[in-house]
């Protein structure tokens, strides 16, 4: 129990298009999931909290324009890159907080995304 | 605020060494905490967790205690094998997940 898709797990794309990347909590329900960065050889950064059917709030030095975060039911979330650049070429993980019981509070992650901006 | 320090790699290791990677952290109140190891490409996978102090986590060979007096959660794990080798991430849950820098290990035959 308790797995997280992400899809796609790898995307290429030209420098300004918009790419989404789901995140899917497919045996539970997850009101909260999590979207985090990580550079080459580094730890995980946190972007964003994404609440469901709510706003997502975003980490200092986000920028909400630029990672749009939609949480639109208790199974899914999406991230969509708007005009991608370069630099924003990274591994996108997300993760999704246990319901509740003897799991509260955990947080399952997703395989991650592999962004290749050109 | 929160953090978590980990000892720093890469740490190279030979077949059935003795493991260990230090971590502290810093917090208000009581999280939890826990140990996630990363292979290459992939996300995240939970390795141990503790919930409470003197918690010990425990899985696939590997242990930690969460030690309060200390403010620190060091994974050990008596003889390691080449398919121990990955990043390995120290964190703490205070609603949000607080990560170390992560820790590459790498196991020789």
């Known amino acids: 129990g308790a797995v997280v898709s992400q899809h796609p797990s790898w995307v290429i794309c030209k420098s300004g298009t918009s790419v989404k990347i789901e995140c899917r909590s497919l045996?539970?329900?997850?009101?909260?999931m999590f979207w985090y960065r990580q550079f080459p050889k580094q730890s995980l950064m946190l972007m964003a909290t994404s609440n469901e059917g709510s706003k997502a709030t975003y980490e200092q030095g986000v920028e909400k324009d630029k990672f749009l975060i939609n949480h639109a039911s208790l199974t899914l979330s999406t991230l969509t890159v708007t005009s991608a650049h370069p630099e924003d070429s990274s591994f996108y993980i997300c993760?999704?907080?246990?319901?509740?019981?003897?799991?509260?509070?955990?947080?399952?992650f997703g395989p991650g995304t592999r962004l290749t901006v050109l | 605020g929160n953090s978590v320090t980990q000892m720093e790699g890469p740490v190279t290791l030979s077949e059935e060494a003795f493991l260990t990677i230090n971590c502290t952290y810093t917090?208000?109140?009581?999280?939890?905490l826990f140990w996630y190891v990363q292979y290459p490409g992939e996300g995240l996978q939970l390795l141990l967790k503790a919930t409470k102090a003197d918690d010990k986590g425990s899985n696939k060979g590997f242990e930690a205690t969460y030690r309060k007096e200390t403010t620190s959660f060091h994974l050990e794990k008596g003889s390691v094998q080449v398919s121990d080798s990955a990043v390995y991430f120290c964190?703490?849950?205070?609603?949000?997940?607080?990560f170390g820098a992560g820790t590459t290990v790498t196991v020789r035959a």
């Open positions: 917090a208000t109140g009581y999280p939890s």
């Open positions: 993760s999704a907080r246990a319901p509740g019981g003897t799991r509260a509070n955990e947080q399952f």
């Open positions: 045996d539970f329900q997850a009101t909260t």
């Open positions: 964190a703490l849950n205070d609603y949000k997940l607080s």
